[in-house]
């Protein structure tokens, strides 16, 4: 059994972590709602960008009809984008991104497909580099969610599908739902999917003819459509995380004062227990003299 000077530090030492998770706790409460505000307000956006590429892409076929929109007509490589947190402690948050892409890339691979895998942030480097290292063709640490960290990623996207090297690009992301609530998602990005239910545009009766024409409009949207979806999977995944740390750390101190409670227990048990013993070893001494 340990000393009382052992069980002394170890308790000092729970207490002290208790004190690190409580402050990580309402930190992650504190960017919480900033990060969540952010996240929905880029869903209308996002949204709203969708149904006009929808409107467009009705009146678009044949070979006239942007790239990015159609794909190269093929679908034997694929480009898995993996998007978690630069930081851990958030529970299984990230885990659940990279066992999602992981799955996918598996059955890709199965099907005889050639995949290429482009990191966001440094916990799914971390934990597919291992495995899938030679597949890599990029990594971006997923900082703070901006267009001037998103643009990166959608121009490198960009630059290896023009270039031939790639047909299909998906990227695996957590959507945020809730607080507790955070589910792993895959969205293909290229070619770009079209919301066959999209609302039409409400003009009042009015008729309107489009100046360019809808192939030259979407080359110029295709492009800002393929860096807000960047956007908007990193936003989710920030509010996700945090809202995941803050139930993880919510965990950690609980159980962190649960420990606390049990050591304490033992310690005055403990203690009890030895200074019974040098009273009973007194009193027998007295009575020997």
Do not use: C, W
Request: aromatic share 4%.
């Amino acid at each position: 059994m340990a000393s009382l000077k052992e069980m002394r530090n170890r308790i000092g030492s729970v207490k002290a972590t208790q004190k690190i998770t409580k402050a990580m706790q309402m930190v992650a409460a504190a960017k919480l709602r900033r990060s969540q505000d952010a996240a929905q307000n880029a869903r209308p956006y996002a949204e709203r960008m969708a149904s006009v590429i929808a409107n467009l892409a009705a009146g678009v076929s044949g070979d006239g009809a942007p790239k990015l929109l159609v794909g190269t007509g093929r679908s034997d490589r694929h480009l898995v984008v993996v998007a978690t947190s630069d930081r851990g402690m958030a529970g299984g948050f990230n885990t659940s991104i990279i066992r999602a892409a992981r799955e996918r890339i598996n059955e890709l691979t199965g099907q005889g497909k050639d995949v290429k895998i482009l990191v966001v942030g440094k916990k799914a480097r971390d934990q597919l580099k291992r495995q899938y290292g030679d597949r890599f063709v990029g990594f971006f640490e997923a900082g703070v969610p901006s267009m001037a960290t998103a643009q990166p990623v959608a121009d490198k996207i960009t630059e290896l599908f023009e270039a031939g090297e790639i047909d299909v690009v998906t990227i695996a992301f957590s959507r945020f739902k809730s607080v507790v609530s955070q589910v792993p998602t895959l969205t293909q990005l290229i070619p770009a999917q079209v919301e066959t239910g999209a609302p039409t545009i409400d003009l009042k009766g009015a008729a309107y003819e489009y100046e360019p024409d809808e192939e030259s409009i979407l080359e110029t949207l295709l492009p800002r459509n393929l860096t807000v979806q960047v956007l908007s999977a990193m936003l989710e995944n920030q509010a996700g995380f945090y809202a995941a740390q803050m139930t993880a750390m919510d965990n950690a101190t609980r159980n962190a004062g649960d420990m606390i409670a049990n050591l304490t227990l033992q310690y005055n048990r403990s203690r009890q227990a030895q200074i019974t013993k040098e009273l009973i070893e007194i009193i027998s001494g007295a009575e020997a003299l």
